[in-house]
């Protein structure tokens, strides 16, 4: 199989200001050229014309020659300038390679579904290059015997990853689940996901964080067919499909189709099919509501918890296909399939301020149906900063430093108000995930969704801030019991004192955190007890670190604080990606239009959470490298940086351009397209998954950022 070979300069994603070099004023605002305004020349009184100096024959041949010499210079100038340009971009294209770039490649990614292997005869690729090298071997992309034209040696399988609602163990404890269809007629069934039952021999281990650990499945792998061939990628749009396969690599694809019904997307409304899917399922959630008959439901049943599922965009969004296939995937495995547990929601950001949304009805229904594509009119609710000027008005006084230069309202540093404000008129949710539309995932959202949430709930609180703060390599570290008691032993012998309880702080004007966030023994009496079976009310993707440890730019991004004070202490997760409940929404609302505390978004959540003594955790999901990273290495630099300046969160965030999982982590697109089948740089595509081993196939990833997308239809 080709190496695929990534430029390091095209791994970087545009964002809107660079961590290392602060936005500042305009250097090219000013011309060299004409030091003076145009205006110089004179416009005498009473003429209607301009007229000009009279000047000598000697005058005029000294300005002659001032004017010929000043034109020499300034083309001798540019000329120079223009040397000096280019010179630098060669050294920009010739720069130091960062340390990371040295380590070898790993290309076990790329290994197709004719490479199929049961899970207990899998060696990951970074095991078969330690044996091989071990052994005087010659390292190889892998032990591939696939031959073109070869069908996959396993067949799909659908993959349903939810509770068994017709046992007589789950009808015990919960009330039955009524099936949720896509029609209102309750004729159209749901599609199913189908999966491989194998992972391709030598498909690469990932670095960071455990399937087995969150109780992901660990043993299956997705190609692009089983994941989205029901959701229209499979069939054309005259069947109601988009029509999307029709130049992929595709042997073994059609068997989902032995089983399967095309869904017609195109009479399919999805606002319509949740409500009416919750509204059937209503006891579930409700112990004041009543069953169809008019009865009221058995008391002794449990209920369960509803999260709004909350996407962020924006007027001008442009919907591609294949956003709407993660859609499509998300609705139906996240509400229709758990009989509504969740809600899929749209918060849309209308850009122009002068649109009084909340004055028209019509208005509000032109922006919407506008810039929302029609089967998802109904989710959808519009927000605008002007309108977050009137439910959080100013002043947010003090504060510490406005790295961004930007307007306290603005959705660069206020994006939580918000999903603030979502909470507080749409109450009814006990979780909201705050979610973003550059997020793709290869596995199955209910899965994924529901399993972080019960491994974080079933985490305890002693070390729990220290574990978050951390990332999680099992080669490294072992098993979670080893990396918890490797933490405890770092807060033993270090200076801190653990997090235990809102943390003592000197402040004036602070809301008082909740009685129960107070720890009912001391630190070392708890027998990490305290917290198991507590929901999070903070869940995060990203370590969560203390800002005043790093470069990061935005750290002291403080508002609302006394500032004859130090600054109070803070926490923050990279990518304001997380889960957060009704209980932090509604103190991070108070927060801000009662105290007017605010800090950029990054650091708001996290550190309320820390300010108030509320459970927060990082959830550690597979993180994959394109390099094959020497496992001290890896931690050193990630978890144990020599200076706040080496911090994979500031200065040192190029480390993270090899990841999956980032803000600015460039492998994770380039990762992204290959699986749907496209080529970059010069390899993949089509041809060469029928020359090779056939289609990708992923383990359950979960992709940041997504900026393009393309398949080999492109």
């Given amino acids: 199989m080709s190496r695929f070979a990534i430029d390091p300069r095209n791994l970087f994603v545009r964002t809107r200001f660079s961590y290392e070099k ?9 011309s060299p050229l004409f030091p003076t305004s145009i205006k110089s020349w004179r416009y005498r009184k009473g003429l209607e014309r301009w007229r000009w100096p009279r000047l000598s024959f000697a005058r005029l041949i000294i300005l002659t020659v001032t004017l010929s010499l000043l034109l020499t210079s300034l083309i001798g100038s540019g000329l120079y300038r223009r040397h000096q340009w280019k010179e630098a971009e060669k050294k920009e294209g010739q720069r130091e390679p960062y340390n990371w770039e040295h380590y070898p490649r790993l290309n076990g990614f790329y290994s197709g579904v004719r490479n199929l292997v049961p899970f207990s005869d899998w060696v990951s690729e970074q095991t078969f ?27 799909p399988v659908p993959f349903n990853p939810y509770p068994d609602y017709n046992s007589y163990e789950y009808l015990e404890e919960y009330n039955p689940v009524r099936t949720c269809y896509l029609d209102e007629e309750g004729k159209v069934n749901l599609p ?32 692009r067919f089983g994941r989205f061939g029901t959701y229209g990628y499979g069939f054309s749009r005259e069947e109601g499909g988009l029509g999307m396969s029709g130049k992929s690599e595709a042997l073994g694809a059609d068997k989902i189709w032995r089983t399967e019904r095309k869904v017609d997307y195109r009479n399919v409304k999805w606002a319509k099919a949740q409500e009416k899917c919750y509204e059937k399922n209503k006891i579930r ?19 369960l918890p509803r999260h709004a ?27 229709l399939k758990s009989g509504g547990e969740y809600d899929v929601h749209f ?35 519009l927000w605008s900063e002007q309108q977050m000027r009137m439910y959080y008005p100013e002043p947010f006084p003090n504060n510490v430093f406005n790295h961004a230069k930007a307007d306290v309202h603005s959705v660069y540093r206020s994006a939580h108000f918000a999903i603030q404000w979502f909470s507080q008129i749409r109450p009814e949710y006990d979780f909201y995930w705050n979610w973003e539309m550059d997020i793709r995932y290869t596995g199955h959202y209910y899965e994924f969704n529901t399993q972080v949430g019960n491994w974080a709930k079933q985490q305890p609180r002693k070390g729990l801030w220290e574990r978050s703060s951390r990332y999680y390599i099992p080669e490294k570290h072992g098993s979670w019991k080893n990396f918890t008691d490797l933490i405890e032993e770092d807060i033993f012998q270090g200076d801190d004192k653990p997090v235990w309880g809102p943390p003592k702080f000197e402040n004036t004007g602070m809301l008082e955190s ?52 130090p600054v109070p202490p803070r926490r923050c997760a990279i990518i304001t990606v997380s889960r957060l409940s009704k209980r932090l929404l509604d103190l991070m609302h ?100 029928e020359k090779a081993s056939g289609r990708m196939c992923l383990r359950p990833t979960l992709f940041h950022p997504i900026k393009k997308e393309r398949g080999a239809e492109d």
């Fill in 22 to 30: 602060l936005p500042g004023n305009d250097s090219q605002n000013g």
């Fill in 129 to 155: 290059v330690k044996n091989a090298e071990a052994n005087h071997l010659l390292k190889t992309e892998g032990q591939s015997t696939a031959r073109p034209g070869q069908q996959p040696p396993m067949d």
């Fill in 192 to 223: 199913d996901v189908y999966a491989y039952p194998g992972i391709p021999q030598n498909m690469t281990e990932p670095f960071f964080g455990s399937y087995k650990e969150l109780g992901i499945s660990d043993s299956l792998c997705f190609d």
């Fill in 285 to 303: 959630f409700d112990k004041d509501a009543l069953t169809e008959d008019g009865k009221k439901p058995d008391p002794a049943k449990k209920t």
């Fill in 309 to 335: 599922y909350v996407l962020r965009t924006w007027t001008g969004y442009q919907w591609s296909d294949y956003q709407i296939l993660t859609l499509r995937a998300m609705i139906n495995e996240l509400s």
């Fill in 347 to 381: 918060l849309v950001h209308v850009k122009d301020d002068h649109l009084p949304i909340w004055a028209s009805d019509d208005l509000y229904r032109q922006t919407l149906e506008e810039n929302v594509p029609e089967e998802f009119w109904g989710m959808a609710t």
């Fill in 514 to 565: 909740p009685p129960e966030s107070t720890p009912p023994r001391t630190y070392t009496a708890d027998r990490y007890e305290w917290g198991v079976g507590e929901d999070a009310d903070l869940i995060t993707f990203n370590p969560i670190f203390d800002p005043a440890k790093t470069n990061w730019v935005f750290r002291d991004d403080v508002s609302g604080y006394d500032p004859e004070l």
């Fill in 590 to 689: 108070e927060e801000t239009y009662k105290m007017r505390h605010h800090m950029f978004p990054e650091m708001w959540s996290p550190s309320v959470a820390f300010h108030h003594g509320l459970k927060a955790v990082y959830a550690p999901h597979p993180v994959f490298f394109d390099r094959n990273w020497p496992l001290d290495s890896l931690d050193n630099v990630f978890n144990h940086p020599a200076s706040p300046t080496e911090s994979v969160f500031g200065w040192g965030e190029h480390n993270q351009l090899g990841s999956t999982f980032y803000y600015n982590a460039g492998f994770s697109s380039a990762l992204w397209r290959r699986w749907l089948g496209s080529r970059e740089n010069d390899e993949g595509g089509t041809d060469e998954e």
